[in-house]
């Protein structure tokens, strides 16, 4: 059977409050269609007590015209008479207080403590009740909508804890790395430097999933090539250049901003593989390593997954992308000076 639908208070469409014209309409019914019962049973049982009356042996009751507003009348008082006497019995039962008035009072030897009156305070307590949940619902909702956005914000500051710690870490093996290498005039510093610069900046982006790819271009002959490289198969690394303006790491030397695309359309001509073997991606960052107005080359990080990087990613990727520009600059210098 289909389950019942029922509101952020945890009602059914049915069980939902009635309008108030739809109160007073039953109400008036009600004593339209007690009215008729009234009439239709009282005018008979007139007639009948009257003939009684008539026929009766009883000499006083004898011509006597009984009408139905004797009828109602008579029961109308039997019932109210029963209903005092209830309340105040009622009352009596449910309440400690003495019986009498102020000047003559007696103990009340009728209270019990477990009865309770009629249906109309059963009914106030209801409302009460009622309301009581309501408002209990209400809170419930919005305590757990509180404790969702607690979640929310605490995973997130979990996230850049834990992106801020590793990154820390990183810069001081990076920084390690490059004193221990330039101390010992290493002849591959350029190259181990920015394998090593890679390796770290793919482990400190917030979605730290393990399948990102991440490449170094350099400009080279007015041409953007690939230096270094991890999880790049050997194929894109040789073949792969790109003019300004063509490709996603063209876009980004042409634009000379950061960038990330999410969700990659595969109509977009910055996304053209060139007809080179390639890894689906569903998401890419790219960043500029840039030097005032100088571009020496384009980092790009790729994710197989849609929506793999945040914004908070860009900021992160830049240290690690100056950390590149710094030993392409290192290695111009070195260039240069073993050329005199």
Known sequence: MPEIERDYNGQTENEKTTSVGKIIFCYLLAFILLAATIYG???????????????????????????????????????LTYKLVRLIGDYWRSTGDPIGTSGLSFPNPFYDPEFTKGPLLLQRRYKEVSTKLLLTQKLLQRSQEHTRKLKETLKSMEDKLRVSIRHNDNSNRLLRSFNFLFKNKSDDLTNQMLRYILDECITVLEKDQSDKSISLFKVHDDELKIIESVRINAESIAKRTFKKGVGFAGYIWEEGKPSIVNVIDNSDKRFNDQGLPATPIGSILGFPLKVDDQILGVLCLQSEAMNGFSEADLRTVEFYARMCTLILQYDTIKGNKEGF
């Open 41 to 79: 049973m009282t005018v008979p049982l007139a007639r009948f007590l009257t003939w009684v009356a008539n026929i009766s042996g009883i000499e006083r009751l004898k011509d006597s015209d009984i009408t139905e507003i004797h009828v109602i009348s008579f029961v109308a008082i039997v019932f």
